[in-house]
């Protein structure tokens, strides 16, 4: 199983992006999916996951109303809509996939890189 993201860049503060996330590889089932980012020195956080049974969504508090989290659960697609992008936002966004009944997110993509600039 593949993680795939695409859609980052290099955008102004209060600027938009897009991140996307896909499957690709063995047909696997999947709980919930999420995003995380890592800034450079920092260590990976968490973002904002989907838990496809309940369409429940969860942020962390820095994002809260300004990402949006959204997927397909057939395709094992997520997205990411950012908005207002601030500089802190720098890193680099990974997405991972949880299997049903299992503690911890069971795949994760390489990542696409984020810029936001002040």
């Known amino acids: 199983v593949q993680l795939v993201e695409s859609g980052g860049g290099l955008v102004q503060t209060g600027g938009s992006l897009r991140l996307s996330c896909a499957a690709s590889?063995?047909?696997?089932?999947?709980?919930?999916m999420g995003w995380f980012r890592q800034a450079p020195g920092k260590e990976r956080e968490f973002v904002a996951r989907?838990?496809?049974?309940?369409?429940?969504?969860y942020y962390t508090d820095s994002v809260k109303g300004r990402f949006t989290i959204s997927g397909d659960n057939a395709k094992n697609t997520v997205y990411l809509q950012m908005n207002s992008l601030k500089p802190e936002g720098t890193a680099i966004y990974l997405c991972?996939?949880?299997?049903?009944?299992?503690?911890?997110?069971?795949?994760w993509g390489q990542g696409t890189k984020v810029t936001v600039s002040s």
């Open positions: 989907i838990t496809w049974s309940s369409s429940d969504t």
């Open positions: 590889g063995r047909t696997f089932s999947s709980a919930s």
């Open positions: 991972a996939a949880r299997k049903p009944r299992s503690a911890q997110y069971d795949y």
